[in-house]
């Protein structure tokens, strides 16, 4: 093959292929590249403006995508320029986005591979050490996400995620409409997330926030009030249903110990059945219920109260949902469901919050969502010391996921 012929097959827009080299028995191809005749313009690679003035010329080696069988390396002769603003300073090459040894192509083929498979085995398949492959990935994503364009926040989730022993809390702020994550940040106390508010955020973006939705955790509502007086506090309904779900087994719990015998075999092993939403449910497992339910009537009384508090989320007005509140509560009398007063006394403590919902109707689930999302990373990259990389790779992951729902919608 002639040098004219690699520099077709290589296709480095503005180079030539000069020299070239095979390694049968090692099974390496390298490729000596320069710019052509033609392509003569220079960028500063600090500043971005055209510069003549060169300093000196040199070479570098990066590893491009393999040709066959054949792991490709190219060398690439550079120049360095003297730019009067920066002094000397590398030139600019769309090949070589980084000081690393490696082609713009090559890391977006190993940031690709990253999508879907552990790091190790893209590592192992590459033969790249895992913390090299992680690096490369790293700066696919940050190109990625330096280039999108920033939508605007005007209804914000901010939840907490456990990451385990060692790294404890962290907080997870997100754009409920685009449903992707914004920010994470180290433990879960308002200072966590002042740092969101005051090093993420400009002063005109905070102020279009309409609504958060958040756990009934103070401190991040003392912060986010601190930060944005104009938004609206919703008290996420997941939160509030897990409150009820705790609840009824308190309840089941308490039932389970205070009969003996025949009760306590058909109370045990129900837990899941309890904590299911009657449409959740198969007809085999709505008659277990049933069976239960007829010896058990605290337990029924306990499982429709939980299923009939779902409703408070689909009145539209305040006054409706108060009504609905009121009525709910007033069927705790004579029941001695002491799990449930408690609930209902939370209610009512933080009911400005959950009002708030009929006003802003925010997307509840999202927060969830992609605490299951940043979850599912970290259980395939057994835990991310760069939080910065973690985050990256949720924003990647939802954005993804939005797009192949478009996609499904359109077919
Ligand atoms: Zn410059």
């Given at each position: 093959m002639r040098d004219n012929d690699w520099t077709r097959v290589l296709a480095w827009p503005g180079y030539r292929v000069w020299r070239q080299e095979i390694n049968e028995e090692a099974k390496t191809l390298r490729l000596w590249v320069r710019r052509k005749r033609g392509n003569k313009k220079l960028v500063c690679s600090g500043c971005g403006r055209s510069v003549k003035d060169i300093h000196e010329i040199y070479e570098r080696e990066v590893r491009d995508l393999p040709c066959f069988q054949f792991r490709t390396t190219v060398v690439i002769e550079?120049?360095?320029?003297?730019?009067?603003?920066?002094?000397?300073?590398?030139?600019?090459?769309?090949?070589?986005?980084?000081?690393?040894?490696?082609?713009?192509?090559?890391?977006?083929?190993?940031?690709?591979?990253?999508?879907?498979?552990?790091?190790?085995?893209?590592?192992?398949?590459?033969?790249?050490?895992?913390?090299?492959?992680?690096?490369?990935?790293?700066?696919?994503?940050?190109?990625?996400?330096?280039?999108?364009?920033?939508?605007?926040?005007?209804?914000?989730?901010?939840?907490?995620?456990?990451?385990?022993?060692?790294?404890?809390?962290?907080?997870?702020?997100?754009?409920l409409e685009s449903g992707e994550p914004l920010w994470l940040g180290e433990d879960r106390t308002e200072e966590t997330l002042d740092q969101f508010f005051g090093e993420q955020l400009t002063p005109w973006r905070r102020k279009r926030i309409e609504a958060a939705c958040v756990d009934m955790w103070e401190p991040f509502t003392k912060s986010i009030l601190g930060w944005a007086s104009q938004c609206r506090i919703v008290f996420d309904k997941f939160h509030v249903m897990q409150h009820a779900n705790a609840a009824i087994d308190e309840v089941r719990r308490a039932e389970f110990f205070r009969k003996g015998g025949r009760m306590r075999g058909l109370v045990k092993g129900k837990r899941w059945l309890l904590l299911t939403r009657w449409m959740n449910l198969d007809t085999g497992k709505q008659q277990m219920l049933n069976r239960l339910f007829a010896l058990n009537r605290r337990l029924m009384k306990a499982y429709l109260l939980k299923e009939s508090l779902d409703r408070l989320w689909t009145y539209r007005s305040a006054a409706a949902m108060r009504r609905y509140r009121d009525q709910w509560i007033r069927q705790l009398r004579w029941q001695r469901l002491k799990p449930f007063q408690k609930l209902a006394e939370l209610l009512l403590r933080h009911w400005e919050g959950i009002e708030n919902y009929c006003h802003v109707p925010v997307r509840f689930g999202v927060v969830e969502a992609i605490n299951g999302n940043l979850k599912a990373l970290l259980r395939r990259g057994r835990g991310y010391r760069d939080l910065q990389y973690l985050l990256l790779k949720a924003q990647k992951m939802a954005v993804q996921k939005t797009e192949f729902i478009v996609l499904q919608k359109a077919a």
């Open positions: 550079l120049y360095r320029l003297r730019c009067p603003d920066c002094g000397v300073k590398a030139e600019r090459v769309a090949q070589l986005p980084s000081k690393a040894p490696f082609s713009k192509r090559f890391e977006e083929a190993v940031g690709e591979a990253c999508e879907s498979a552990p790091v190790r085995q893209v590592a192992r398949r590459m033969a790249l050490a895992a913390s090299t492959v992680r690096a490369i990935d790293k700066r696919v994503l940050e190109r990625w996400s330096a280039q999108r364009r920033q939508l605007p926040l005007r209804h914000l989730g901010v939840d907490e995620l456990y990451l385990g022993r060692k790294q404890k809390f962290v907080t997870v702020a997100s754009n």
